[in-house]
């Protein structure tokens, strides 16, 4: 599943893969590999840092000594932040920008999720081996993150429209979410679970 609206993207060499990048003022989005659902979005007002947030603890990434700073505006050609804790102004070049951010020298907080991709299931085995009832869902953040989560089929013939699922295996950095974004990442896991007829 993808709510990816349209985009103006052209393609871009970054380390020595293919990524998509939008065009577009007002946002950065970074497809960081063509063919793979992890991306980057950044709007304007979000948060930019100095620091890898896919190889890094949360600890570690809110080290004093590591620079953050506010978007304030996203233009065709350069990107002005506001250093938050003096102020002071910083633009960058908009293609400089995106590859820190997608070779991981710069990371974004987590705001929302875009992409979500569920595999598994009974209808993607044999019903007779184990495993069968179990759907995988992955959820894909504006951060380059991914997020996966475990449920299994709890009702025996499905005959019903939806397949009721439950829970087993919660990736334990989403119970560290604000409630706001836990919010976010479970209307995006339910809707993409809808989406493919089961219910939770």
Known sequence: MSNDRARNMVSRSIE???TLVSTESGEIFVDVSASNPRYIRVEEGDTVQEGDIRSRTPD???????RKWTVETIGPETIIGADR???ERREWDRESLEQKLAIGGLSTNLTDFERVKVSGGADASNGDEPGSDEVSVTVYGNDSRKFTETYRR???DGDGDERRLELTESDERVERFEPELRERFDQA???ALRNEG???
């Open 16 to 18: 020595g893969v293919e």
């Open 60 to 66: 570690e990434l809110a080290s004093e000594s590591l």
């Open 85 to 87: 804790e003096t102020g």
């Open 154 to 156: 709890i009702d025996g």
């Open 189 to 191: 896991v339910e809707l």
């Open 198 to 200: 089961y219910a939770v």
